[in-house]
Nanobody, 124 residues
Framework: QVQLTESGGGLVQAGGSLRLSCIAS????????VDWHRQVSGKPRELVAR????????YADSVKGRFTISRDNAMNNVVYLQMNSLKPEDTAVYFC?????????????????WGQGTQVTVSS
């Protein structure tokens, strides 16, 4: 009933910037929270940033001051991750994760969803 689609990954030099987008679609009643995670092959997935329904944000120490998570002003179903001052150690597959209340017949149900991931590569 709900899908997440990420975009915006790519190859960038160290010090550069990228903006990732996460679009939620489907029978959405309410988006509770949206996270960005990243994963390097062979390592656990790491929480990078989170935005709550009231727009409170949280960041991993490794990205504080460089990354900004935000919600689109016009479309509440779109969340961005602005990544500045990128470092080679930021190279990873970035995943969007969302906790969403969705419509299911006469009921509202809560689900947790992952996007397919988008590759970010930072060259030194």
């Amino acid at each position: 009933q709900v899908q997440l689609t990420e975009s915006g990954g790519g190859l960038v030099q160290a010090g550069g910037s990228l903006r990732l987008s996460c679009i939620a679609s489907g029978s959405i009643h309410y988006i509770n929270a949206v996270d960005w995670h990243r994963q390097v092959s062979g390592k656990p997935r790491e929480l990078v940033a989170r935005i709550y329904s009231g727009d409170t944000t949280d960041y991993a120490d490794s990205v504080k001051g460089r990354f900004t998570i935000s919600r689109d002003n016009a479309m509440n179903n779109v969340v961005y991750l602005q990544m500045n001052s990128l470092k080679p150690e930021d190279t990873a597959v970035y995943f969007c994760n969302a906790t969403i209340t969705y419509y299911s017949g006469p009921y509202n149900r809560l689900g947790n969803y992952w996007g397919q991931g988008t590759q970010v590569t930072v060259s030194s």
